[in-house]
């Protein structure tokens, strides 16, 4: 009901942001801006932001793509989302030429197979996702890796991510595959192992894994390195490992969505989201990592030296990030959902 | 003449509205679920009949099997506890039998969905009853209650609960006392006057009331994502993923008009078992 709910707001939203001149939708992860960058930037250009927020990207996906790309004017995918989406044409070429501090971006995030030369999305935040453990009860140096969470001991104990690309990256990691396979032996392998994980999981989590962690539900699971900086800040108890097979790593974009009907507000936000001090605030109130070099300059040194932030070099070596699967999408989600029925 | 007129606005709003927003989109659902999957366009002719084939795999048989299982729970514990309070509602005064009804419809004033958070906080390994339960010494180590199929019913007696005592009350408020008082003078002890009399004069408020929780029971996906986990434990959840995250729209669609079907079905069963208690017990009884 929530998810309708929202949706049916968004509906109505949208329709009066058609008559509106001033306004901007946009439609983002939960918890993945500080509040304060938007009611500056309606406070700076006098734009009135209707925010909302999705617990994944499919569930994006499905809305922005029954909508035909109509009522919304930002939308910030991860990246095998905008190729998808990009060939698909939900997205709307973005005009590089409103964007007066695209300079800051890093060139490393830029210019990738997902989106060369970056003409419908450009990178937000990037981050990974690991193993989250409460030190408290579980001693941290125990878990090295991925497979550590297919012991028998955690019968009942895991959070997983509610990520089908996530979850099956564990499993991919484990046996040593590409994230991005789309063979459909190796992700029949992947599965079957991923069904033997099955009695040890607790809990997916969609909207924020660390508050489980916080209140003391689990302690011990998948988390995304943000969640981690974040909890710290409660609990520093809450450690996070990227584990030896290999972290998922991600970047999630601002795109325009082809039906967005304030396109030259959408400019406008996504240049205020890419200016150095915004880009500071957004890693000092997330804790995920920015691609945003001018940003990255502005940071404390304790945050630019935070591990969970900006991953050692071995580790960012093995890094491999998140990429489109073309159809294989299809048996990804196939077996997701059968696994989540416990099979 | 003004008079009918009006009453004719009335009806042709009524069934536009209806028309509108009743049967053209369950029509468009039944369409949807013979139609072919398609990730690009969500569902595509030709028409076929895979979807509802698929109902019958095995891992969605065990889902429903669950889910019935999950409401039948539901709706017995919503029952015992209903049923009693349903009587002492209704035996009250009237100024005290409001201020009852009205206690219980208060939290409903709050969303559902609020309300599912709160019971996370107090089913909790650091939650109320787990603090309760340790600082009582009753157990060692944090019971495991939520994130299972225990949290799960507990979530969905809580928020159904009125659906159960409401048509309950109403049946309580149509027991005839003096039949009591005849059964009693006659020698019936309280259990041959409950069995014998109460049970079956309420029967229309128990059966409207089981239907009123179980049939949203099996759909609420919220409180199963939620509580549960957000494992495919309830019809509703597998509805919700199929449209929202595999996008196979047509085995979604399928999906809920089976629901509506079963949905459909119990409402028949009620139909006939309300026939046949008014003919009990009434002037036209036979067996009388």
């Known amino acids: 009901m929530t998810k309708t709910a929202r949706f049916a707001a968004l509906l109505l939203l949208a329709s009066s942001a058609l008559h509106a001149e001033e306004k901007l939708v946009v439609y983002n992860w939960a918890q993945y801006i500080p509040e304060s960058a938007v009611t500056d930037f309606e406070k700076e250009t006098g734009i009135d932001v209707e925010y909302s927020t999705y617990e994944n990207n499919e569930v994006m996906y499905a809305k922005v793509k029954l909508q035909q790309g109509k009522g919304y004017d930002v939308i910030v995918p991860s990246a095998y989302l905008v190729s998808k989406m990009r060939q698909e044409g939900l997205l709307q070429k973005i005009d590089k030429t409103k964007l007066t501090n695209l300079k800051n971006l890093s060139a490393d995030l830029l210019d990738k197979p997902y989106d060369p030369g970056n003409d419908y999305s450009i990178p937000y935040l990037w981050g990974s996702t690991g193993i989250g453990v409460n030190a408290k009860e579980i001693d941290p140096s125990t878990i090295t890796s991925w497979a550590d969470l297919w012991d028998e001991k955690w019968q009942g104990k895991l959070l997983l991510t509610d990520d089908v690309r996530e979850v099956f990256h564990m499993a991919l990691k484990k046996n040593g595959f590409s994230t991005n396979t789309t063979n459909p032996d190796e992700i029949k392998i992947a599965y079957e192992d991923l069904q033997k994980l099955m009695p040890n999981v607790l809990v997916f989590n969609a909207d924020a894994p660390r508050e489980p962690f916080m209140a003391g539900d689990v302690d011990l699971g998948m988390i995304w390195s943000g969640e981690v900086t974040m909890a710290q800040q409660e609990n520093p108890d809450i450690k996070y490992i990227f584990p030896k097979e290999g972290a998922g790593f991600w970047v999630d974009s601002f795109t325009i969505p082809t039906g967005a009907s304030n396109v030259a507000n959408a400019h406008k936000f996504i240049d205020y989201m890419l200016r150095p001090e915004v880009g500071q605030k957004v890693v000092e109130e997330l804790g995920y990592s920015t691609p945003n070099t001018a940003a990255q300059a502005l940071l404390s040194e304790t945050l630019r030296n935070n591990p969970v932030i900006f991953p050692p070099a071995d580790v960012m070596s093995k890094a491999e990030f998140q990429n489109d699967v073309g159809d294989a999408t299809k048996i990804y989600d196939g077996y997701w959902e059968k696994l989540k029925t416990g099979k | ?288």
């Not at chain 2, 209903?82 to 100024?95: E, M, R, S, T």
């Not at chain 2, 089913?123 to 157990?139: E, F």
């Not at chain 2, 059964?183 to 049970?199: E, H, M, Y």
């Open chain 2, 1 to 288: 003449m003004k008079v009918l007129n009006f009453r004719r606005v009335a009806i042709v709003l009524t069934l536009v509205w209806l028309g509108l927003f009743v049967l053209v989109p369950h029509v468009l659902v039944v369409l949807t679920s013979v139609m072919s999957p398609d990730p690009q366009h969500l569902a595509v002719w030709p028409v076929t009949l895979a979807s509802w084939e698929r109902l019958f795999e095995p891992v969605y048989a065990e889902v429903f099997w669950r889910s019935l299982w999950l409401s039948t729970l539901t709706t017995a514990i919503c029952l015992v506890l209903g049923y009693p309070f349903a009587y002492i509602v209704a035996k009250l005064p009237g100024v005290w039998r409001g201020v009852l009804l009205f206690l219980m419809i208060v939290p409903f004033w709050t969303n559902s969905l609020i309300r599912t958070y709160a019971i996370k906080l107090i089913l909790g390994n650091k939650g109320l009853v787990n603090a309760a339960l340790l600082g009582a010494g009753l157990v060692d180590e944090p019971l495991q209650l939520l994130y299972t199929p225990f949290a799960v019913v507990f979530g969905l007696v809580y928020v159904l609960l009125p659906f159960m005592v409401l048509p309950l009350v109403s049946s309580f408020d149509k027991l005839d006392g003096t039949l009591l008082e005849a059964a009693r003078d006659l020698g019936a002890a309280f259990w041959a006057r409950f069995r014998l009399i109460i049970v079956p004069l309420t029967m229309p408020g128990i059966i409207a009331g089981s239907l009123m929780v179980f049939l949203p029971a099996m759909g609420m996906f919220y409180v199963a994502d939620l509580l549960g986990g957000a494992k495919n434990l309830l019809l509703g959840n597998i509805i919700k993923n199929q449209f929202l995250v595999v996008r196979d729209w047509p085995f979604g669609a399928a999906f809920s008009v089976a629901l509506i079907v079963i949905m459909a079905g119990l409402l028949w069963l009620y139909f006939l078992a309300n026939q046949r208690i008014n003919r009990q017990g009434g002037l036209d009884d036979e067996g009388l």
